[in-house]
Nanobody, 121 residues
Framework: QLQLVESGGGLVQPGGSLRLSCAAS????????IGWFRQAPGREREGVSC????????NYADSVKGRFTISRDNAKNTVYLQMNSLKPEDTGVYYC??????????????WGKGTQVTVSS
């Protein structure tokens, strides 16, 4: 069964940092682009960042550019999201999902259950 598992969320003060991990089981990530998404209470899910299967291409939502960095280690079958200078509006459940390439118009699949990020003083 293809499955992605997110981890690394938690409670952090504004201006703090967290690193999220997205680990795959049941398949290798080498062939997939991986996207990070988030959903805040009462809001629709939004794409945050995406990385191509080789890691040669990345993209970011305007709201996180310059603060978040996506990376991957295919040897560890894991994708990371380093989040710095966190703001209260970054609060939400963060999910990762797989697709053949980075395009927010594509459906993405193998969704994980998410990890909660709360930015609050």
């Amino acid at each position: 069964q293809l499955q992605l598992v997110e981890s690394g969320g938690g409670l952090v003060q504004p201006g703090g940092s967290l690193r999220l991990s997205c680990a795959a089981s049941g398949f290798t990530l080498d062939y997939y682009a991986i996207g990070w998404f988030r959903q805040a209470p009462g809001r629709e899910r939004e794409g945050v960042s995406c990385i191509s299967n080789t890691g040669s291409s990345t993209n970011y939502a305007d709201s996180v550019k310059g603060r978040f960095t996506i990376s991957r280690d295919n040897a560890k079958n894991t994708v990371y999201l380093q989040m710095n200078s966190l703001k209260p509006e970054d609060t939400g459940v963060y999910y990762c999902a797989a697709e053949v390439r980075c395009s927010w118009s594509l459906p993405f699949g193998s969704w994980g259950k998410g990890t909660q990020v709360t930015v609050s003083s």
